[in-house]
């Protein structure tokens, strides 16, 4: 089996070994590599130390040097290039204690957590595999490298990493590893609220989206979104997720959620999703997502295919929030190709719906003797809702009229 190596790739790999040391690529990237994907990240593993790996590069930086690991910057890249290591006892649930440094590439591999990412490549040599990844690719198998207890007991986070990993692949997780997941569920108290949320956030975003059930099943649920779980992915949740296939990510992450949220109100949803470490952004849209969903009293007479309307719910959203709306309110099965048709012209004709959109601005009205402070900002709000009734009257001329009460 031969993988196609970036030239930058190639450069640190040749390096190394022309100076006397192993080096192969490893991990995720040969997986995808194998599976026909292509590698979002390329790591580099060796049997060099890391004085010896700065001591051959001109520009490096020590991203995790007490671990064995130095970036090497290449075309204003980064990749980072790993001593083969053993790891030392794990105390917290998370990270060893401490490493040792081996000239053993197979020691390195036995410590990875499942056996599709326990793979190396060096270009002389063809892949390297020690513990049946290649087989368990072929074969759709998640199994963890070696004893599955220890593996889990070692890092909860792989716990979560499993259920994402089958996802992402439309892979099945073997028994023993399945098993070995429920039975150290508690551990993941030990990790960190960020880390559980990236992982359910790329299940969540993967090809099945649907796994997220998986959760629930192995007993891991209660670790990840305590005392709301049972309410989150309701019923038809999945079917939501799986239509909101949108092309851009992002759009896709946030209905992707809000569907996955759809049983929660608003403020339980952000309030859930504060905790969860969740941005703000991301926390406010799905939240309004939720607040603006089909029967909610938000959205009563804002959601048909009427420009005044659409304009005043522009005014409570703006564009971003609606298009998320409406995307979702389509990934539910609703029809909006006419309230789309409707919004896509109130764009198209530069309609008014924020105050920054009106051909007035406050200096404009002081000027024209509207007191400075509340007195302005008040006066714009009643220009605005005026445009958003008729769009013709925006204009700075008129406008001033009707602040002065003379139209």
């Known amino acids: 089996m031969k993988i196609e190596l970036p030239d930058d790739v190639r450069f640190i790999l040749d390096t190394i070994r022309h100076a006397g040391y192993e080096a192969c690529v490893v991990g995720g990237c040969v997986r995808d590599s194998l599976l026909g994907k292509e590698p979002e990240d390329w790591d580099i593993t060796t049997s060099a130390l890391p004085l010896q790996i700065k001591s051959l590069f001109k520009n490096t930086v020590d991203t995790g040097i007490k671990h064995g690991t130095v970036m090497v910057i290449r075309s204003k890249r980064g990749y980072e290039v790993t001593t083969y290591r053993i790891d030392g006892e794990y105390i917290d649930g998370r990270h060893p204690e401490s490493v040792e440094f081996t000239p053993v590439l197979g020691e ?182 939720l607040r603006f969903r089909s029967g909610s009293p938000e959205t009563q007479g804002g959601l048909e295919p009427d420009a005044p309307g659409i304009r005043k719910l522009l005014v409570k959203t703006g564009r971003e929030l609606f298009e998320l709306i409406l995307a979702f309110r389509e990934a539910c099965g609703e029809d909006m190709s006419a309230v789309r048709g409707v919004y896509e012209q109130v764009i198209r004709q530069g309609d008014a719906f924020s105050i920054t959109m009106l051909d007035i601005k406050g200096d404009d009205l002081i000027e024209a003797g509207i007191p400075k402070g509340r007195q302005v900002g008040e006066t714009l709000n009643m220009l605005l809702d005026k445009v958003v009734e008729d769009p013709e009257l925006n204009k700075k001329e008129t406008l001033l009229m009707i602040a002065r009460g003379e139209l």
């Not at 063809?126 to 007991?153: Q, S, T, Y």
């Not at 023993?176 to 949320?197: C, G, W, Y």
């Open 108 to 289: 390195d591999l036995k410590r990875r957590d499942f056996t599709i990412n326990a793979l190396a490549y060096d270009p002389e040599g063809g892949i390297v595999d020690l513990f049946g990844g290649i087989p368990d690719l072929e074969n759709g198998i998640i199994r963890a490298v070696g004893d599955p207890c220890k593996r889990f007991e070692e890092d909860a986070l792989r716990i979560m990493r499993a259920v994402r990993f089958s996802a992402q692949l439309s892979f099945d997780i073997e028994e023993n590893t399945r098993a070995a997941i429920s039975q150290f569920a508690p551990n993941l108290k030990m990790v960190s609220a960020e880390r559980k949320r990236v992982e359910l956030e790329k299940t969540i975003c993967s090809d099945n989206p649907a796994h997220v059930c998986e959760y629930r099943k192995l007993g891991l649920s209660e670790y990840i979104v305590p005392d709301v779980w049972e309410r989150c992915f309701g019923e038809g949740s999945a079917a939501v997720m799986e239509a909101a296939d949108d092309a851009d990510p992002d759009k896709k992450k946030l209905i992707r959620l809000a569907a996955f949220f759809m049983e929660l109100g608003p403020e339980e949803c952000a309030h859930v999703m504060r905790k969860m470490t969740f941005d703000n952004r991301s926390r406010d849209l799905v939240s309004g997502i």
